[in-house]
């Protein structure tokens, strides 16, 4: 693939005449608007957490109203102030803020806060970092942090005050060279360890610092594979470190297989191994609470005050005030150096334990789900450490070793040695498709778009979060819960929904539910029925495991009463339609802690494993299927930033917004891949200067990815390819309904199109209503806007209407309850109560879901375990019933008709 500088775009956009003037946001910011800054009430998710814990979100501002250059204060419920720092996540075109990120320390939480204009608190304790020639040092005043630049060692050591409570954190992996299926084969496995290649300060503090870590894993002959990136989060006044861990797996599944995936490092134990503890928390708050040398239930009794200190974790009484019969036997009581938690399934955890390497292991206990969360160290401190998501990505493990010696070696492995290797293999042989003619008609009967050697895994990635707590002394019980439940669901600040609603962003296609008419009532109690119902079809149905955690299925087959988990691509649903859309606007008008959490774990799934981060389809994703790589369709509709932006701007993560900016050049992808390579009627050769993209699902995803890194501030090369393309349709006869164009990287233009007619059910429903709503309010291009509103007419029009503006009909077209949606749009640009009443019409008789259906599930005991089942739902459907739902209510939601 020819790789063109950005600089060539720039130049040959300007040679062209195609280069327009930069923004304001590029050349200063417009002054905000007389009015004061608002001010917003900030909650928590979930409550207010039980723990102290630093917290980063991201809160939007109406167009206008905030400086660029603005300062913002935290306050309490109360009126005291909060120590934050604050930095701005996107602009509006006229340069005032649009989304801002505030990031709070490790103080106790309040239970509300109130953000505004003002001077920031200073933290008592700033955290801050140093930059040393071989080393980082951060300290957030609680413990102090050596990040090393190169080598092996992420971390070198972890203090707290004078006391070393961990040190030497490392990746490790376990490398096996294949997989046999015969009972006697052999396979042979080497271990690699992290190889530290770049280190970046992204942020530096008051509050908030964060270091990103960049290498490979690598064995001691020196090969290298599985690039990995790693961010270490610190907050002022925080015990705790956490941890975002990416991988990207860089073989093509069929050698070189993941046996074990893990981060590894060691405690110091300093104290007597009677006073030294382990804990692993299992399901809810239940923990196993164990010393290494236990003196509980022996024959001889040391005394009560003795057993209860064990028991609490705190130091026991002096030796010499014990019952000497314990005393003088101290060494005839064996130490448990070594436990592991092992969860191999949602359904199962064990836990066993034995003295030391070499020696067996003793069954301690089994369990359901594990909180992902233990601790290894003494009364004079130690590590709680936690694996988020811990059960729902099995096969996940902790191990502990050698907590009888003078360092204990923890290992939480995001993949557990313990399971077999990652089978990443193809699932079938191909069945002798190796003809585009064959792969149709396997389309035809499996609905999958099969091509050999497509269905591979090169260049998918995972992304896991962890948190490290250096501890000085063995936490209490209901300390330790606290933190388990913190590992499972991390303190999330959130704005309220009216605040979302009233700031217009996201294309201003949502508003809180309002059930005071009968008719919009009804329709809200669909849209919770079918939240509800895939929320249970997740557990029901156990939609889990390390690379299938965050995804739904498809479609269900009525006979087998499944969900179609093998047919082709009927199973994985990888974003087909847009239910990543569905679940965010859902979150947006309700602020539902539900939604947010599965919205959360669809996104963390659906940017890393269904879209590709190496290799040459780097920037595309793979269409649903057997297999989330599987499927030969390797398409921008997939990998597009619009299912990323809500949760980026939420939250500011900068894992999700690496995703989005490694989309910004995603246009080069059309040099590798002709996504209408297998139904084209004639020779068609990729050009750099005439690239065939689709106007619907292709350029949609393309304009994501600019408006995107636009607006956060960045390269204008994006706006000008935004801006270029928009200008070239509208300037295309047809415009959208045109259906594809002729685009130039060197000018970001698409070239004049003859008169045309190519419309797609999929081309719109892939995020293209909620960009264009977005582009609408943001450029000035009247004529952009009037060839969208022509879509939006026309989809659900009549033949005579078709025909009349663009000289053909469309044809016979489905989705057309999905596209209500586009028809209520229009209604409100053009201030049309006719097609309003259209919209609704669309809405209640299209070919999706009608208001007489059974809107309830029926308990069903004859599958492997008891289900609910609502057979006539399918996720595509779903998933536009909730869009088109969400945005009619929104926009012609006080004209509302009954079916």
Not at 761 to 784: K, N, R, Y
Request: aromatic share 10%.
């Amino acid at each position: 693939m020819p790789e063109i500088a950005r600089r060539d775009v720039l130049k040959g956009m300007a040679a062209t005449g195609a280069a327009l003037p930069l923004p304001a946001l590029f050349q200063g910011a417009a002054a905000a608007s007389a009015a004061a800054v608002p001010e917003v009430s900030i909650t928590w998710l979930e409550g207010r957490p039980a723990l102290p814990a630093g917290a980063t979100w991201g809160t939007p501002w109406p167009r206008g109203a905030v400086p660029r250059d603005q300062a913002f204060a935290l306050t309490a419920a109360g009126g005291a102030a909060v120590p934050v720092q604050s930095w701005p996540l996107a602009y509006w075109p006229d340069g005032t803020l649009k989304w801002t990120a505030h990031a709070i320390g490790a103080a106790a939480p309040a239970e509300s806060y109130t953000l505004g204009p003002g001077t920031a608190a200073a933290p008592a304790t700033p955290v801050t970092v140093t930059d040393a020639r071989n080393h980082l040092d951060v300290d957030t005043g609680v413990i102090r942090v050596r990040v090393r630049k190169e080598g092996s060692e992420l971390i070198a050591h972890i203090r707290r005050g004078e006391v070393e409570i961990a040190r030497g954190l490392r990746l490790v992996n376990l490398r096996q060279d294949a997989i046999k299926d015969d009972e006697e084969g052999e396979t042979r496995r080497e271990r690699y360890l992290s190889d530290v290649r770049k280190v970046t300060v992204e942020q530096r503090g008051p509050v908030r610092a964060v270091v990103r870590v960049e290498g490979r894993h690598q064995s001691r002959k020196g090969r290298a594979w599985l690039p990995f990136t790693v961010r270490f989060y610190f907050y002022a006044g925080a015990e705790s470190i956490r941890v975002v861990h990416t991988f990207v797996f860089d073989r093509d599944g069929t050698r070189d297989f993941v046996a074990g995936l893990g981060v590894r490092f060691e405690v110091p134990m300093r104290d007597e191994t009677y006073n030294r503890h382990v804990r692993f928390v299992g399901e809810g708050h239940g923990m196993l609470a164990e010393a290494v040398k236990g003196i509980t239930g022996l024959r001889r009794d040391p005394g009560a005050a003795v057993r209860a200190a064990q028991v609490a974790g705190t130091r026991l009484p002096d030796v010499a005030t014990w019952d000497t019969r314990v005393s003088s036997r101290l060494d005839l009581i064996p130490d448990w150096g070594d436990h592991t938690l092992s969860q191999l399934s949602a359904e199962g955890f064990t836990v066993r334990k034995r003295t030391r390497e070499g020696y067996g292991w003793v069954d301690v206990d089994q369990g359901r789900r594990a909180s992902g969360c233990g601790y290894v160290g003494g009364v004079s401190g130690g590590v709680v450490f936690g694996l988020r998501d811990f059960w729902q990505r099995h096969p996940t493990q902790l191990d502990i070793r050698g907590a009888q010696s003078d360092r204990a070696e923890v290992t939480l492995w995001l993949w557990s040695p313990e399971a077999g290797p990652m089978d990443t293999r193809f699932y079938h042989d191909g069945m002798g498709q190796d003809t585009y003619p064959e792969q149709l008609q396997g389309l035809e009967i499996t609905y999958e778009d099969y091509e050999p050697g497509f269905g591979t895994p090169y260049g998918i990635a995972r992304t896991s979060e962890l948190t490290l707590w250096a501890v000085a002394a063995t936490p209490a019980a209901d300390r330790l819960a606290a933190m388990a439940d913190a590992v499972r669901t991390p303190p999330q600040p959130v704005n309220p929904a009216a605040h979302l609603v009233a700031a217009k962003v996201f294309g201003g296609l949502f508003a809180p539910p309002d059930r005071s008419h009968p008719a919009a009532a009804a329709v809200e109690d669909h849209l919770d029925f079918l939240f509800s119902y895939y929320k249970g079809q997740v557990e029901q149905r156990h939609w889990y495991g390390f690379w299938n955690h965050g995804d739904i299925m498809h479609t269900y087959d009525t006979d087998r009463r499944v969900w179609r988990y093998d047919v082709g691509g009927y199973a994985w649903d990888n974003s087909e339609l847009s239910p990543d859309l569905w679940l965010w606007y859902a979150y947006l008008r309700s602020g539902r802690p539900d939604v947010y959490r599965f919205a959360e774990a669809m996104t963390r799934h659906t940017g890393e494993v269904d879209v590709y981060h190496l290799g040459p389809w780097a920037g595309l994703g793979t269409r649903h299927n057997v297999q989330h790589w599987g499927c030969s369709a390797k398409q921008q509709r997939i990998s597009t930033a619009v299912y990323r932006r809500i949760f980026y701007y939420l939250t500011a993560d900068e894992r999700t917004g690496d995703l989005m900016r490694a989309l910004v050049d995603s246009d080069r992808t059309f040099l590798a891949l002709d996504p209408l390579r297998k139904i084209r009627t004639e020779p068609y050769e990729p050009d750099p200067e005439a690239l065939a993209i689709g106007l619907g699902t292709d350029w949609t995803g393309l304009a994501a990815a600019w408006l995107t890194e636009w607006e956060r501030g960045g390269d204008p090369v994006a706006e000008r390819k935004l801006r270029a393309t928009m200008r070239t349709i509208a300037a295309m006869p047809n415009g959208f309904v045109t259906g594809e164009g002729l685009y130039s990287l060197s000018t970001g233009e698409f070239a004049p199109a003859a008169r045309k007619v190519a419309v797609s059910h999929l081309s719109a429903m892939f995020g293209q209503v909620e960009i264009c709503a977005e582009l609408d309010d943001l450029v000035d291009m009247p004529e952009f806007e009037a060839a969208w509103l022509q879509y939006c007419r026309l989809f659900n029009g009549t033949a005579a209407e078709q025909t009349a503006e663009t000289g053909a009909a469309f044809g016979n077209l489905i989705l057309r309850q999905g596209h209500s949606r586009l028809t209520a749009y229009a209604a409100v640009r053009l201030g049309r109560d006719d097609l309003a009443a259209r919209a609704w019409r669309e809405f209640y008789t299209g070919d999706g879901y009608a208001p007489d259906l059974p809107w309830r599930s029926e308990k069903v005991a004859t599958t492997l375990n008891p289900t609910e089942e609502a057979a006539w739902v399918s996720t595509n459907t779903t998933a536009l019933y909730g869009l088109a739902a969400i945005q009619n209510l929104a926009l012609i939601g006080d004209r509302i008709t009954g079916p």
